[in-house]
């Protein structure tokens, strides 16, 4: 098996078919999208909806990017244990190309560097093994080989496996929520914030609007990209959805000189990487360690708790991520930042129409960095157009949610 990479439907570049979809609204007017969420995906669904010639807007309780985005590590990449995903996942990376080359996002394309120690050597071969097919195979490296790749990483003696890619990059998660926010607001849509929706109106099973609190509006479709608030979101609709509680802990430095352009995954414990301006982004890929100071944390989400433990969790993260790149032990932590993940159950996204509900349409995964890109693609055809996308079906949310 072959992954091969494709054009994507839907790209700023190629809209003339959703453009022409305007026969799905009612006569005289354009179809009057909703879109829940103004973290990356739902910036990304809605400059695609918007290009496509619906009335768009995006109602975001707090900020944008203000939930997951913000604390993401923002690593887009195809590395994961499942051949169907990671095929999504390709596609999304072109799709990244796309959108970077025409919105200007400032991507950073160096590719990667994974390693495992034996505790998690046959997981990393999983992934690497997948990635042998694809457009971008994997070169193998030893311990002393990660260090002649890229200078000043030092993973130590007990590395059992470790690969590079090429295609991989990395983005500010923040600004390129902007630029899509930018791009869908030059093509007509609105963007409320602070603005929390509170009700959901459902007239013979199907979206006839919402109530925010800035006030009611009418809609013919409803699209929940609301992370970790999506079951609140789907209770307001009738609908069951539990998520995985994922807390994740994201430290950004102050800048020091530029020496990679590479993101580094250290045997699923920390990825870090470096931004072009020389500030570091570090984070533990499993949050908070299970340490007795984290207890509240590891059990629900929440604020934190004092300023103490946060400088705590810089220093430790910085001090800890020093171990394998020294020259970031001279920076000092600006931004130490706990979130929490939209994680389903079994780790793939969750896309697609709300079972039993007409009009309505839900996105949640805990890569969506990586799935900004395509799944705003994906879910702008299927509202457009009402022509499912295939590659989908796997992540409907009928798995999870029923009518």
């Known amino acids: 098996m072959t992954f091969q990479r494709r054009t994507i439907l839907g790209g700023f570049a190629a809209m003339a078919a959703l453009q022409a979809a305007g026969a799905c609204a009612k006569p005289g007017r354009k179809l009057r999208v909703g879109v829940i969420g103004g973290g990356l995906i739902g910036a990304s669904v809605a400059a695609q909806l918007a290009k496509a010639g619906a009335e768009v807007i995006v ?111 990395h983005v500010d998660p923040v600004f390129a929520t902007q630029r899509y926010l930018a791009a869908a607001k030059r093509f007509g849509a609105e963007v409320l914030y602070p603005c929390e929706v509170t009700a959901i109106k459902v007239v013979g099973g199907a979206v006839a609007g919402v109530t925010t609190t800035k006030g009611d509006f009418e809609l013919d479709h409803l699209v929940s990209v609301t992370g970790t608030d999506t079951p609140r979101i789907m209770a307001l609709m009738d609908r069951k959805l539990e998520l995985a509680h994922k807390p994740g802990l994201v430290v950004h430095t102050t800048p020091r000189p530029v020496t990679t352009k590479l993101v580094y995954e ?91 509900i007409k009009g309505a349409y839900v996105l949640v995964t805990h890569s969506g960095i990586t799935l900004a890109p395509i799944l705003g693609r994906y879910a702008a055809q299927e509202i457009m157009t009402g022509v499912e996308a295939p590659i989908l079906a796997p992540y409907r949310p009928a798995r999870y949610i029923t009518a």
């Open 59 to 169: 109602f975001e309780k707090t900020r944008p990017a203000a939930g997951a985005t913000e604390k993401s590590v923002a690593w887009i990449n195809p590395v994961v244990n499942d051949a169907h995903y990671m095929k999504l996942r390709l596609e999304s990376m072109d799709a990244w190309l796309d959108d970077d080359r025409t919105l200007g996002m400032k991507a950073i394309w160096g590719g990667s560097i994974s390693w495992a120690y034996a505790n998690k050597k046959d997981s990393l071969q999983t992934k690497a093994t997948l990635l042998e097919a694809t457009d971008d195979p994997p070169v193998y490296l030893t311990g002393e080989g990660i260090t002649k790749a890229s200078p000043g990483v030092f993973p130590g003696d007990e590395v059992k496996l470790a690969f590079q890619t090429a295609k991989d990059g």
């Open 266 to 356: 250290a045997s699923s414990i920390l990825e870090f990487k470096q931004y072009a301006d020389g500030r570091y982004l570090t984070s533990f890929t499993s949050g908070p360690p299970n340490l007795p100071q984290h207890t509240e944390i590891l059990k629900h989400q929440m604020a934190y708790p004092d300023a103490a433990l946060q400088q705590f969790h810089g220093d430790m993260l910085i001090a800890r991520t020093a171990e394998y790149m020294p020259a970031i032990a001279e920076a000092k932590a600006t931004r130490v930042l706990l979130g929490f993940r939209p994680y389903p159950l079994d780790n793939k996204p969750i896309a697609g129409p709300v079972p039993g």
